[in-house]
């Protein structure tokens, strides 16, 4: 069975700072790897994914993410945060044995402070 | 046309009321979710249609009830439902039930039962 694992349930980090999310997952097939964000009050959105080929994935404002299969993790980046980047974010993993069966990590609050 | 449209946003029933969540996309997408998600939590995984078809309930209480009339439309029917059922309710969509394609989410209904 899949399970997702976010280490950090919190993160606060000072605007301008790089932050890292870290997510490490267990599957025994080839795994589909998502990061999604949740604003306050708000649905899910994408940031990136990965399926296959190049390791560092690029997403959607700023963000990217590095899968490591020896290390069985999938780690979320971003250089430098703004304060609209206060929000949860989550990892998530799908993979054959589990059809399309998105699971979740536990999520990361992110809190920027000025 | 990338969006799911859930509607209400918000809403506040009684314990004895019935009412309707809905969720509609536009992306030919054949395969649609219901999520629930409690604060501080992530979604939990509450029902799977692929091709208007119901393929996956896990296990969830009879008082919610998936409908899908067409392939753009999803509802979820509520009825008796318990203060415990208060939550974040979300719609996703996806290309197929496939384990490798991406779900897209609504905004959610924010509901509270009184």
């Known amino acids: 069975a899949q399970s997702v694992t976010q280490l950090d349930s919190q993160v606060p980090v000072f605007e301008e700072a790089p932050v890292e999310l870290r997510c490490n997952y267990s599957?025994?097939?080839?795994?589909?790897l998502f990061w999604y964000v949740q604003y306050p009050n708000q649905g899910l959105q994408l940031l990136l994914k990965?399926?296959?080929?190049?390791?560092l994935v690029k997403g959607i404002n700023g963000f990217e993410a590095e899968f490591n299969k020896s290390q069985t993790s999938f780690h979320l980046r971003k250089p430098s945060v703004h304060i609209s980047d206060t929000a949860e974010y989550f990892c998530a993993v799908s993979d054959k044995a589990a059809g399309n069966k998105l699971t979740f990590g536990g999520g990361t609050r992110v809190l920027v402070k000025p | 046309d990338t969006e799911v449209t859930q509607t209400p946003k918000h809403l506040v029933m009684g314990m004895t009321n019935k009412k309707s969540l809905k969720c509609e996309q536009h992306?030919?997408?054949?395969?649609m979710y219901w999520y629930k998600q409690k604060a501080k939590k992530p979604p939990e995984l509450m029902f799977v249609?692929?091709?208007?078809?119901?393929?996956i309930n896990e296990s969830v209480p009879s008082r919610f009830s998936p409908e899908c009339p067409n392939s753009s439309l999803l509802n979820l029917h509520l009825h008796a439902l318990q203060p415990e059922d208060s939550a974040l309710y979300l719609c996703a969509s996806s290309l197929s039930r496939s384990w490798n394609t991406e779900a897209f989410f609504g905004q959610g209904t924010r509901l509270t039962v009184v």
């Open positions: 990965y399926l296959s080929g190049s390791t």
């Open positions: 249609y692929s091709y208007e078809k119901l393929s």
């Open positions: 992306m030919g997408h054949r395969a």
């Open positions: 599957s025994s097939v080839s795994v589909y």
